[in-house]
């Protein structure tokens, strides 16, 4: 249920109605546009006589949202959510670009790709640390060795660093070394990991299950904002379907769908979606043509010997080209290239 409060009142009376919403047990949540503030109510609401808040003093109306997710739809906020990361704001008038290697394997590997990357003009670099990995025997990560050589690397290069949290004992480690969280597709559904990382007040990257609904990401993303964590930039990865010459298959209608539903920003990853890299840049400019806030993308200084997603990742020179595309893509859509 959401309460619209009247067009610039005072503070005092929307804490008289927050008040009593607590006082009767729900959670409120904020949501303070350009004229209105908007109180999401969350908790057993069904039993809730609305008049009984409509007669409140400054209420214009109750509404009881009808979609399952809450705080995450429109509903709620009706201007869109712009994260900022630092050294650019994703969900605004920009598109950012990610990018990074799959996972970090040593330092010159992850340092000569940030080198690269960030040359190239993407703002946020990416390593995976805490690696997801299908099958046991494959590289697991360099865990909390990796972690500092990510910070060192976005430090050295001037980026913003995102880097996957697969379980919530790693959230400590991940919070002192990167400044985005990354939920990967095999945890959309970790319930208790999205309430973990709700508490937290840093970013959150949300990866779209490979098998998960839009309905079903949005209320991933409404656990952690529930908890309290607004910022939150949800990732189109691409989902199974029956088709088996790409790794996934890249859901483009993701982006009007989310955008139409939800106030929070989108992103796509290519590199995930495809699981080639020759399909990579004609999938960015889709993605970016459709009104993605940004792209992730897998870069890699030596592809071919890659521990993880080789096939996948761009060349460094191949990344260039991609930026340069985005050069011409996005003024096109009206955006600017961050
Ligand atoms: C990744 O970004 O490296 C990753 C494992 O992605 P996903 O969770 O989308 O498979
Ligand atoms: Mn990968």
Request: hydrophobic share 40%.
């Amino acid at each position: 249920m959401i309460i619209v409060m009247e067009k610039s009142i005072d503070q005092e009376k929307i804490e008289n109605v927050v008040g009593k919403l607590i006082s009767r047990g729900f959670d409120v949540h904020r949501s303070t546009g350009s004229d209105h503030t908007i109180l999401g109510v969350v908790g057993d609401v069904a039993s809730l006589d609305t008049r009984e808040f409509e007669l409140l003093d400054g209420v214009q109306e109750v509404v009881r949202v009808s979609e399952p997710f809450k705080l995450t739809s429109h509903t709620f906020k009706r201007e869109r959510t712009v994260v900022d990361l630092g050294v650019c704001k994703v969900g605004g008038r920009d598109v950012v670009v990610m990018a990074g290697p799959c996972t970090i394997e040593n330092e010159k590997q992850l340092f000569g790709t940030a080198r690269a990357v960030a040359k190239a003009g993407a703002k946020v670099l990416r390593g995976g640390a805490y690696k997801p990995r299908t099958s046991p025997y494959s590289f697991q990560g360099l865990g909390i060795e990796g972690l500092k050589m990510l910070r060192a690397a976005g430090k050295e290069f001037g980026m913003t660093t995102i880097s996957e949290v697969m379980e919530i004992s790693q959230i400590e480690s991940a919070l002192e070394y990167v400044d985005v969280l990354q939920i990967g597709a095999r945890n959309m559904q970790n319930f208790n990991l999205l309430s973990a990382v709700g508490q937290v007040r840093k970013p959150v990257l949300l990866k779209r299950g490979m098998s998960a609904t839009i309905q079903e990401w949005l209320l991933a993303a409404e656990y952690i904002m529930a908890g309290g964590n607004y910022e939150i930039i949800l990732c189109e990865r691409g989902i199974r379907t029956f088709e088996t010459y790409t790794r996934n298959t890249l859901d483009i209608s993701a982006i009007p769908v989310v955008q139409k539903l939800s106030h929070l920003p989108i992103i796509v990853d290519p590199s995930h979606a495809t699981g080639r890299r020759d399909k990579v840049m004609p999938l960015t400019r889709a993605s970016v043509a459709a009104g993605a806030d940004g792209v992730l993308v897998e870069v890699h200084i030596e592809p071919e010997k890659a521990l993880c997603d080789g096939p996948q990742s761009l060349y460094p020179e191949q990344f260039v080209e991609l930026m340069d595309e985005l050069r011409i893509i996005v003024p096109a859509v009206r955006r600017t290239l961050a």
